[in-house]
């Protein structure tokens, strides 16, 4: 899966799905896009990614209480 930097267009690639998803990880480890060598893995902070379309991350991705929010 690709993700884009929200202050930049580069796209990094996702290695592991489920350290997204997981909302109690703040961090995902990705390699950046950039160039035509294949690049290290680096970690990113999800706040940080969006998907391409420009759409943010889903909130169940980032919050673990998401839920309790939207309860009050």
């Known amino acids: 899966m690709f993700l884009q930097l929200k202050n ?3 796209l990094v ?3 592991d799905i ?3 998803i997981d909302p109690n990880s703040d961090e995902v480890h990705a390699q950046d896009q950039e160039g035509q060598e294949e690049q290290e893995p680096d ?3 999800k706040e940080n990614l969006i998907f391409p379309s420009g759409e943010g991350l ?3 991705w980032l919050d673990a209480n ?3 929010a939207q309860v009050s």
Do not use: H
């Open 8 to 10: 930049s267009q580069d």
């Open 13 to 15: 690639k996702i290695l």
């Open 18 to 20: 489920q350290e997204l």
């Open 43 to 45: 970690t990113f902070k």
């Open 58 to 60: 889903p909130r169940c």
């Open 66 to 68: 998401y839920r309790e």
